[in-house]
């Protein structure tokens, strides 16, 4: 048998995504009330709106962002090898982009886009609580062309992350399809995140589909959103529901921690303790992390929750959603 | 008597400095050897050179910076009225800094400039000893125009706040002569800070020459700069010489606290007790701000360096020389 052919040999987990700098600041209750914000939620917003939001947020600092990128950016932190597909502009902000996510040791060779639109960013406004708004201007984001992927990378890497964010504009759905077909022609694992309710009024016919026929291999969702997919109020009667397609299931539960089953296996993690939170954007995303680590390392049901709650710690302890903290010595500590 | 026509009256502190986005991120002290940079240092930096290190950096985040700005952003915080002078490109970190200064409430209305070069940034290297070593690319900032100036709105601040560092090139050079003439003439006060080292190394005739004829009421230094512009290795002999012809002199002197002689008066600061030094970016920029602040109040001297030194533990206790907590509340809990 002859090696398969690839630039990326052995990857870990290659993710489809956002491509977005992230621009946070913190401001008070009254002032999310003032915007006309949903608070803790996030919103896509037009060039005219997100010029109002940043007009009236404070100094900001930026930091790259996107859903599965900031996934990636922990699982590489770990120690995974990881690839990123994801569209950004030839603009200032699209260096950043792919400097961050270059330099945290993960492979990106999307081609940035020529002309109109700016990168992506989101507008993150923090209140004293940690809690995050945030407002989402796609840019060149949603303009991410099947044409992006090489299917013998995709094929290359033992799990393909989709993020759900980047289902609802057209063309970086086509090219999830599109991958989604890869990955399961070459065998491969397929890992989704629902990433929000706006994505599952919008698209959960689509994802629903998916499941049935058996397309997804891990899911992520926290409550609400399995509530929104499955329709069950009752958490533990949607994620047996969604266990029945779906081999691996991840539900987290904010303070309450997560629940996961797997293949029958069920298994539960206590949120990790926080002497204080400061800003939670990310902590779904380094969960993910955390639990894909383990799960690429073999590691049992009960660690792989383990890694996910102390990697959503770690990002919740401090503003921006990309790790700070050595994410492999903190696990070397925290975890045996 | 007429009111004077300004668009900006009653400004505390008007300040011309570079106007540069900070790209920050840790390193070790291996990494610093490795890349040739003298750490601790700033150094001015080519596109190509900026292309190397930005390369070898590992992910970053993006906060305003610029030396003069950081201290208005502290005066600003702390409740003075100030206003900004410097030149950014027409980019996307234009339009950063742009919207950072503005939203902490200081009055920019320089042009952006339109063309290459891009908007500065400053390449920071943070070691874990919280120490920065700076690489910057002055971009734009070298070449504010005289013709950027209103001396109108400068004859209406009580300070005029200088930054050495934009001493170095030619063109903002000039203006800030003009901006001295244009302040002395309205009876303001010129405050001056020497920035680095290197500035002096090039320029220190023309320093010596504006402090030996009474042009600069208010001088900034650490102690290395103190030694560099007077020749004089012991500090106090040092100090004293320049007191001669300035009328108000703060020599900074890292954890040794800060120390000014005002119209012959002394006073000395210890450093702040600070729990855990993160990142020192920004400190002696800080500590002006404070100092600056009791000042334009008319405190006492001794308070005027507690409030520098008071904003100077804030900035080091975080990434980024802007600073994060309500200036304003810890100096009323710190001072009476």
């Not at 492979?107 to 960013?121: E, K």
């Not at 629940?259 to 990310?282: F, K, L, Q, S, Y």
Request: hydrophobic share 45%; aromatic share 6%.
């Amino acid at each position: 048998m002859s090696e398969p052919s690839t630039a990326h040999p052995e990857i870990d987990v290659i993710a489809i995504g956002n491509a977005i700098v992230d621009v946070m600041a913190p401001c008070d209750d009254a002032e999310i009330a003032r915007l006309g914000m949903a608070k803790g939620g996030m919103t896509l917003v037009d060039p005219a709106r997100a010029h109002e939001l940043y007009e009236a947020m404070g100094p900001a600092r930026e930091i790259s962002g996107g859903s599965a990128a900031n996934t990636l950016a922990g699982l590489a932190a770990l120690g995974a090898q990881c690839a990123f597909i994801g569209q950004v502009a030839q603009d200032q902000l699209g260096e950043v982009f792919a400097h961050d996510i270059r330099a945290g040791g993960i492979a990106f060779d999307t081609s940035s886009r020529a002309g109109d639109p700016a990168t992506a960013r989101c507008l993150i406004f923090v209140t004293p609580d940690g809690q995050r708004t945030m407002n989402t201007f796609l840019g060149a984001s949603q303009f991410l062309p099947a044409a992006a992927l090489d299917d013998t990378v995709i094929a290359s890497a033992r799990v393909l992350y989709l993020e759900g964010y980047l289902w609802d504009p057209e063309e970086p759905r086509k090219a999830m399809r599109r991958a989604i077909a890869a990955a399961r022609n070459a065998g491969r694992q397929v890992a989704f995140t629902l990433s929000d309710g706006f994505v599952i009024a919008r698209h959960g016919d689509d994802f629903r589909e998916l499941i049935a026929t058996g397309q997804i291999d891990i899911l992520f969702a926290n409550e609400h959103e399995l509530a929104a997919l499955t329709g069950v109020e009752d958490f533990h009667t949607g994620i047996e529901q969604v266990a029945r397609t779906v081999p691996t299931v991840v539900v987290t539960r904010s303070e309450n921690g997560a629940h996961a089953i797997r293949n029958g296996e069920h298994a539960h993690v206590p949120a990790e303790p926080i002497a204080h939170v400061v800003d939670t954007t990310g902590a779904g995303d380094l969960f993910a992390a955390g639990f894909l680590f383990g799960h690429v390392r073999h590691r049992t049901l009960a660690e792989c929750l383990k890694l996910g709650a102390v990697c959503a710690a770690e990002i919740i302890s401090h503003y921006g959603a990309r790790p700070e903290a050595d994410l492999a010595a903190l696990v070397a500590e925290k975890i045996r």
